[in-house]
Structures are given as C-alpha cells and as structure tokens.
C-alpha cells in the first residue's frame, strides 16, 4: 500500500530555511494532489500548501510568501521549503496525499518534528 | 480567511454517543471531513464529504452537515475513542481546519 514518509533536519537555526522532503512509497506520485500540513507542539492543525505534477500549487495566505513546494517524479518525491523560520514555524510538519475526489487528506505520513533555535 | 470553530472538549460514558460540533459560515454549502488523532499519532480521516466513512473506519461514526454546522456522532463510544478530533472543509481552493475537540471517555 502506498506509505509516505517525511525527512530532513529536525532542528533549524532561526532565520533560515526549513526543507523537508516526503517519499511517496508504494504507487505513483503523479495523478494526485500533495500537501503539507504542520502542528505547533499542543495546538492544532495548520495546512500549508499543496502541489500537483508541478505546475499547480497553492499555500495558505499567510506562508505564502515563505512557502515554496515542489515535485520530483523521477524519485517520487515532493519537497516543502519554508524560509526566514521563526520560533513560531517550530511543529511536526505532516506530508499527506489529497484524495481523488480533491476535498480531504486520505493518506499521511507519520510526521516529524522540526524546532527552530536561536 | 475561513474559520471552523469547535469546543474544546467533549466527555462521554462508555457505550453512550458522543456529538461533536464544527462551526462556520454557510458551511453546510461545503465538504467537511473529520479526523481522529491520537497523541504521537498522525491524523486518520474518519468522514469525509460530509458524512461517507472511508473503509476501515467504523460503523460507529457518522456525520451530518447542514446550515452552518457539522455534527460528528459517535455511537456507543469506546474507550478507544478517546482523542481529539477535527473538521475540516475546502474554501476557495484552500483547506481549512477546525480549532479540534479533545474527546474523554470517562
């Protein structure tokens, strides 16, 4: 069965940039829709952006300024980056697969935490 | 931007339902989906489209959406239930997620 998995460094300097890659395992990355989706330390769910083969992407208003998504098909791959980070962006940052029908989250990864320092 | 707004917690007996509310405007116009998580788990949708359960997830959950609210009902709740759980709907090629509601069965 298709499983996603996110990567990358769990602890980034404030001001810089955070990159995280999810690995779609399992089936295709294209003909779906991908998003990331993050959860500050006791609070809720914040979605991000999504991105589909990538030409079609879309961010939540007020990252879209820091917020850049992207697709590699050859290695099933898609990427967030989140630059300028702050103390606030500190969270477990979900990768998640929007269902065919283009109005929910069906598949997610199992998360990782990121922590912005100082 | 779009708001979802739920309590912040509901308590339930074992065996008995439990309703939990999702608030927004004209929001019965939309899809809601609904997501159960528990702690140091990712989320698992549980309804989507207002009220189709995807396979796997029991019959106990339903939904309902109507007017400016989403309803998730869990019959005869377990103590399995017990997590916090959100809403969620699609708003101008955004997605939007409720504050969520931590479920306790007592």
């Known amino acids: 069965q298709v499983q996603l998995q996110e990567s990358g460094p769990r602890l980034v300097k404030s001001s810089e940039t955070l990159s995280l890659t999810c690995t779609v395992s399992g089936g295709s990355i294209r003909s779906y829709y991908w998003s990331w989706i993050r959860q500050p330390p006791g609070k809720g769910l914040e979605w991000i952006g999504y991105i589909y083969d990538s030409e079609r992407t879309n961010y939540k208003s007020s990252l879209k300024s820091r917020a850049t998504l992207s697709v590699d098909t050859s290695t099933n791959q898609f990427s967030l980056q989140l630059t300028s980070v702050t103390a606030a962006d500190t969270a477990v940052y979900y990768c998640?697969?929007?269902?065919?029908?283009?109005?929910?989250?069906?598949?997610w990864g199992q998360g990782t935490l990121v922590t912005v320092s100082s | 931007s779009y708001e979802l707004t739920q309590p912040p917690s509901v308590s339930v007996s074992p065996g008995q339902t439990a309703s939990i509310t999702c608030s927004g405007d004209k929001l019965g116009d939309k899809d809601v989906s609904w997501y159960q998580q528990k702690p140091g788990q990712s989320p698992l949708l549980v309804i989507y489209e207002d009220f189709k359960r995807p396979s796997g997830s029991p019959g106990r959950f339903s939904g309902s959406n109507s007017g400016s609210t989403a309803t998730l009902t869990i019959s005869e709740t377990q103590a399995m239930d017990e997590a916090d759980y959100y809403c969620?709907?699609?708003?101008?090629?955004?997605?939007?997620f409720g504050t969520g509601t931590k479920v306790t069965v007592l």
């Open positions: 969620q709907t699609w708003d101008a090629s955004t997605y939007v």
């Open positions: 998640a697969r929007i269902s065919g029908g283009g109005r929910e989250f069906d598949l």
